[in-house]
């Protein structure tokens, strides 16, 4: 299967891409943030991600939960482009990504940008990972402020400056000039989200953001979280952290096997879910 393989897209976001460049862009304030269409994803034989369809509204938190190997890190990957699809696509802030679609007598078909394209699409996208990457070699506010400097081209002074106001967002101030070695856990997490949200991200993806921390960590890490969903980021939150899924989540998604079973209201999703997948895994991490 590939790429071109696909059926056409539905919904708002191909609605307006199909209605041309100016159409895409005025209309891409009623789209949904992400919206991602008949996803499927295969390495070599592995089929992981089977048709996935899901919006993501401007705005909101979506909760992705699963159990391990459903394909839930290979569905964000895919959004942040760093996995190329199968089949199916994905569009942000209405604009498809990672191809570019061609008409040609009558047949439409997908081009793959420009690697340059590709990555000025990425850095419109946060991600925060399980393990926080940070550079070893530099201070909280060096990794913070090597982004916007070395791919935007801030100057080192405003960069500093906005990196420091993050660094104290996430309620690091005091800590700017350690070494991710003399950080705590918790402490490396929210550099790592500072870093990210330096880039001024559309979109935060996180994947199991708290899994690796000692237990006493994981609320100031969500704090952070919870914050940045008040301020109106749209989120896409991979976590195993059922009370942060009901409280900050808008919305809930339970993965199964390389395809979504059951979402919808967490409230609903979290206290009555339908399907008995769905249950069996929440018996499992509650
Ligand atoms: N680069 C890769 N090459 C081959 N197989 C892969 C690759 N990445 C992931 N997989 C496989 O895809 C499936 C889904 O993996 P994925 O990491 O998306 O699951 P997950 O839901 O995030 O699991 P976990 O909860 O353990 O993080 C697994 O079977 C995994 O082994
Ligand atoms: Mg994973």
Redesign the pocket.
């Known amino acids: 299967m590939t790429a071109d393989a696909l059926d056409r897209p539905s919904g708002a976001a191909a609605a307006a891409a199909a209605a041309g460049p100016t159409a895409s862009r005025a209309d891409a304030d009623a789209a949904p943030m992400v919206e991602i269409v008949g996803v499927h994803k295969m390495?070599?034989d592995?089929h992981?991600l089977k048709g996935v369809d899901l919006e993501v509204p401007r705005g909101s938190v979506c909760v992705v939960l699963?159990?391990?190997?459903?394909?839930?890190?290979?569905?964000l990957r895919c959004i942040n482009e760093l996995e190329d699809l199968t089949a199916g696509r994905i569009y942000v802030d209405g604009d498809l990504i990672g191809y570019r679609e061609v008409e040609k007598n009558g047949t439409k078909r997908l081009h793959r940008l420009h690697p340059k394209v590709i990555a000025e699409q990425r850095s419109r996208i946060g991600m925060v990972f399980q393990r926080f990457n940070l550079f070893p070699h530099m201070t909280a506010l060096q990794n913070v402020m090597e982004a916007p400097v070395q791919v935007r081209g801030l100057s080192r002074a405003k960069a500093k400056e906005r990196a420091e106001e993050l660094l104290a967002r996430v309620g690091l101030a005091d800590r700017m000039d350690h070494y991710p070695a003399q950080l705590s856990g918790g402490q490396q997490q929210r550099v790592a989200i500072a870093r990210a949200l330096a880039m001024d991200p559309e979109l935060m993806l996180f994947d199991?953001p708290t899994s690796a921390l000692d237990p006493e960590l994981v609320g100031e890490v969500l704090a952070v979280m919870r914050d940045l969903a008040e301020s109106g980021m749209t989120m896409i939150v991979?976590t195993h952290e059922i009370g942060f899924a009901r409280e900050v989540g808008d919305h809930v998604v339970f993965?199964d096997d390389g395809a979504i079973v059951e979402q919808g209201d967490p409230r609903e999703v979290l206290t009555n879910p339908r399907e008995e997948r769905t249950r069996e895994f929440l018996a499992h991490v509650l």
Do not use: A, H
């Open positions: 390495f070599g592995l992981v699963g159990p391990s190997g459903s394909g839930k890190s290979t569905l199991e991979v993965m």
